[in-house]
């Protein structure tokens, strides 16, 4: 048998039993700290409250909240044009899609179906931030109920929401994204039919980080990593 157990200890925590601290009579029988709790339970009964009481009241999310991702529909069709990012940066895999092809629909592809598992979303945004279409956004909804796995399945019936419904939403995506990228991504809403390429009318997507400053250098302008 080892050493350390024929030894009794005392106590686990202090190795030195004569170091601990001697209670007198009133904190060996708790009521006075028994009071103390009750006391100050008493006082918080009469403070201002700040519960909402839900779901009679709802709570209405700003912006920055992250509630269940949505497709956003523009003029009656989804802006998604099944590029597989999405799915591609979801950590869970909660994100399933195809792609088809259209000749008469400007942006050329679309989801031929698109779904999402609600029980796996881990409402992280990414799917959001990939996007470059701002397609698929994270809305206000965070009230959700199953009562079967197969209805937590949501297609495109019930994630397509229309963009007058998101505008709080895509306007402060609009803003986080340009100051996060600077000037030389400015997302315009008109290019959101289109491909990748050619957001912006002043820069090309396909220059590198280098050639785009040297290119704002050459006009005069000063570059925003120069501005920090």
Avoid at 193 to 218: A, C, F, G, P
Wanted: aromatic content about 10%.
């Amino acid at each position: 048998m080892s050493d350390n157990l024929e030894i009794p200890r005392t106590n686990a925590k202090v190795s030195d039993p004569t170091r601990e601290r001697s209670l007198n009579f009133l904190e060996k029988i708790y009521l006075p700290e028994i009071f103390r709790g009750m006391w100050y339970t008493l006082k918080q009964m009469f403070q201002p409250k700040f519960t909402m009481k839900y779901p009679e009241e709802r709570f209405d999310p700003p912006p920055i909240f992250r509630g269940r991702p949505v497709l956003v529909e523009d003029d009656g069709q989804e802006r998604c044009v099944a590029c597989g990012l999405c799915a591609r940066a979801c950590p869970p895999l909660a994100i399933s899609m195809q792609a088809s092809e259209d000749s008469d629909d400007p942006k050329e592809r679309y989801p031929d179906f698109f779904e999402i598992n609600m029980l796996r979303c881990i409402y992280c945004g990414y799917c959001e931030e990939v996007c470059p279409e701002e397609a698929i956004v994270m809305s206000k909804d965070y009230d959700l109920v199953f009562e079967a796995r197969e209805e937590a399945v949501y297609d495109k019936s019930k994630l397509l929401v229309s963009k007058e419904e998101l505008k709080e939403r895509l306007e402060y995506l609009r803003e986080y994204k340009n100051r996060q990228f600077g000037q030389f991504w400015n997302f315009n809403e008109e290019n959101n039919i289109h491909s990748v390429r050619n957001r912006d009318k002043r820069w090309e997507t396909s220059l590198s980080l280098v050639e785009m400053i040297e290119e704002q250098r050459k006009q005069g302008k000063q570059p925003e990593l120069d501005r920090d």
